[in-house]
């Protein structure tokens, strides 16, 4: 009999091992990669994550510390329609709103975004990040969190300015939508950790990606109570009848080592793989493969398809370079990506 209790305890904990190992490759297994071409870069994801969720691998990554990062215009989404969206929103915000008197400085702003978009370039003016960012909190200065989260979802519905057949809420790149899948699938726990306003990347992802809105880092501006007006927060407390307004102060522009700042005061953990496209990401991708205690990766997104999107080649080779010479792994819209936003995307040239 107790040959026959301890045979039926052995079977028991094979069969739960089998089923756990199963279960740990599942998702890896039989998740399918619908908007790529086989490649490299997909390659090497797939590997990685095998690697990194299979137990007993000597990469095996606990689920608590599979952290993923991702900048959002030009790796998530669009970012050549011209340009970045949060520049085209203020632009439309200072010119075209009929809800708002501009000041002559803003204006000036807007105008500056207008021209540059002509050649689908940002203004190539020294500093222009942070002038963009100083005016958009202005612009945007005494509308509450709420107003302003539908302000801009509104602003989403309208159509991209050189695609036919596609919102702003639609301009998304579709493979990266798998890949953000494809990793939550598998236990990573994924941000967004971007140069624009934290609250429009909150109105734009969370819902196509399934994204939290504390999963969202971006830039922000000074927050206070309505009944405030200037008070240190200290020095104030919040009333009954307060909505909490965004302020014309910018507090951080979350670019380059900001990137990295903002991850360690609000994920607490070294990321251990990120995905980026720009200068304002090498930071980050530093940042999660220097000293890491896991196994971990960086990959940066070219944009160097002329057909389906708005891309400069002459750029795109220099940032190929760079990025090799960082040992950063490639990934290629024009190779790697079976489509863009699309099939019934097209491209106005």
Wanted: glycine share 4%; proline share 2%; with cysteine.
């Amino acid at each position: 009999m107790n040959k026959i209790k301890k045979l039926t305890i052995m079977i028991v904990f094979v069969f739960i091992l089998f089923i756990t190992i199963s279960c740990s490759q599942k998702n890896n297994k039989e998740f399918t990669f619908e908007a790529w071409n086989q490649s490299d870069s997909l390659n090497s994801l797939k590997q990685y994550v095998s690697d990194t969720t299979s137990e007993g691998s000597n990469k095996f990554i606990p689920k608590e510390d599979r952290i993923a990062v991702f900048d959002m215009d030009g790796t998530l989404y669009g970012e050549l329609f011209p340009e970045y969206l949060e520049y085209l929103m203020l632009e439309y915000r200072v010119l075209d709103d009929p809800t708002y008197n501009a000041s002559e400085e803003l204006k000036e702003v807007g105008m500056q975004i207008r021209e540059s978009g002509k050649t689908y370039s940002t203004p190539n003016i020294s500093g222009y990040d942070l002038i963009h960012a100083n005016a958009a909190a202005k612009a945007y200065a005494g509308m509450t969190v709420n107003e302003f989260t539908n302000y801009t979802k509104e602003f989403l519905k309208k159509d991209v300015k050189c695609f036919k057949n596609m919102t702003y809420k639609e301009a998304f790149y579709k493979p990266m939508i798998e890949v953000v899948t494809y990793l939550q699938q598998n236990d990573f726990t994924t941000y967004v950790v971007s140069g624009s306003d934290r609250f429009l990347c909150r109105a734009l992802v969370c819902d196509t990606l399934n994204i939290p809105e504390s999963q969202v880092i971006g830039m922000d501006v000074k927050l206070e109570g309505t009944s405030q007006n200037g008070k240190s927060g200290l020095d104030y407390q919040f009333l009954n009848t307060d909505e909490l307004v965004r302020t014309d102060e910018l507090v951080i522009k979350n670019l380059k080592m900001n990137k990295v700042a903002l991850i360690a005061k609000e994920i607490g953990k070294q990321p251990v793989i990120s995905f980026g496209n720009s200068s304002g990401d090498i930071s980050m991708h530093v940042y999660t493969t220097t000293k890491n205690k896991y196994e971990s990766k960086a990959y940066m997104l070219v944009a160097d398809d002329t057909i389906r999107d708005h891309a400069k080649i002459e750029e795109a080779n220099k940032r190929q370079k760079m990025w090799n010479d960082y040992g950063f792994n490639i990934i290629s819209m024009k190779n790697d990506f079976k489509t863009i936003y699309g099939e019934k995307v097209e491209i106005i040239n």
